[in-house]
Each structure stands twice: as C-alpha cells, then as structure tokens.
C-alpha cells in the first residue's frame, strides 16, 4: 500500500504547499482533485482540512467567473514556506507535477487512458490512449509479456503520458536524438 497522509497538520500543509505552488484560485472540485489525486489524502480528510484552513484564515474564498474558488492567503503562504519542508521531498515534487499535469490537461480538455485484456496465452493487450476534447490523438496497442511490465508500463504511462507521446512522435518523425536530452 502506499504512502498516505493521516496527521491532519500534514494534510494542511499539504493543501497549502499545493495551493501556492500552483498559482491561481481553484474551484472545490479542482482543488479536491488535486489534492486526493495521488491517493495520499482522502476526500473526507480534504474537506474537513480544508474548512479548518478557512477558519484559520489561511485559505479564503473569492468569488470568480468560475463560481467559488479557493486561494491561499498571505498567512497561509508564510505557513507553507515555514512547513512544507516536513513534506518528504518527492512527496511534494510528484504530487505538484501531477497537479500541474492535472490543471493543463483538464483546461485543454486532455484525457489518458489505459486498457487492458488478458490473453488465452497469459499476456496482457494493453491500449494506450490520450483524446484531446474527445478527439484521439494517440492510440497505441502493446502486448505485455506478464502482469508486472503491464502494470510497470500503465504506470509509467499514467505518471508521465506527455513524456511518452513526445517521445513516440520524435522517433516517428526521426528525431532521436530527442531521447538524448
């Protein structure tokens, strides 16, 4: 099982350390997304955490074109930068490039998606996919050789789909020297 938050103080500097890396107010469902995405605090901690850093006035409420957002204030920021550091390092390096991921691919209307089937023969078919407002704009088919790579390439996938699609289209394009970089 992995990591998962449980003191409610690590939950809100996690919400704020969140809240001010990414730089803009987020609606209630954002801002949930992106703190429960990882699996590393859980909606009913979210909720409750979120509406003790209101009265704490570390998180306030504006309303937007977008309806209610949330934002952090400048108290909350001075507790971020105080206590982010008991956040472990790649705790806070993944769950921010998730967040950011999550943010670009959900204002561009960017979905990924993994399928996978179990062959008569063991092997696992696995299709590879990222539509765009609906539209396909990679669908890639593989043959896994056993469970462990099927779940070692969905992860991969999942964790970094931007980084497999530039990497598909420059080999196909004849770049590769993109993998160099």
């Known amino acids: 099982m992995q990591y ?3 003191d409610q103080n690590d939950i809100k500097i996690f919400i ?3 809240l001010k ?3 803009r107010p987020l609606t ?3 801002l949930n997304d992106v703190v429960v995405q990882d699996g590393l605090v859980s909606c009913i901690d979210f909720a409750e955490c979120l509406g003790k850093l209101q009265d704490t006035d ?3 409420t504006v309303e937007t074109e977008k309806g209610l957002t949330y934002e952090i204030t400048e108290q909350g920021k001075r507790v971020a930068d105080t206590l982010e550091s008991e956040i472990l390092g790649y705790i806070r390096t993944r769950s921010l490039k998730s967040a950011m991921r999550y943010l670009s691919f959900k204002e561009r209307g960017i979905r990924i998606a993994v399928t996978t089937s179990p062959r008569p023969d063991a092997r696992i078919d696995m299709i590879f996919a990222i539509k765009e407002k609906d539209e396909p704009q990679m669908e890639l088919k593989i043959i896994a050789d056993n469970e462990y ?3 070692q390439m969905s992860y991969h996938f999942q964790e970094q789909p931007e980084t497999v ?3 598909i289209l420059s080999l196909l394009a004849g770049d590769a020297n993109y993998l160099l970089k």
């Open 149 to 151: 790579q099927a779940r």
């Open 21 to 23: 890396n990414v730089g």
């Open 165 to 167: 699609f530039r990497s």
């Open 28 to 30: 209630y469902f954002e």
């Open 16 to 18: 704020l350390f969140l």
């Open 4 to 6: 998962q938050f449980k």
């Open 58 to 60: 570390n998180v306030l």
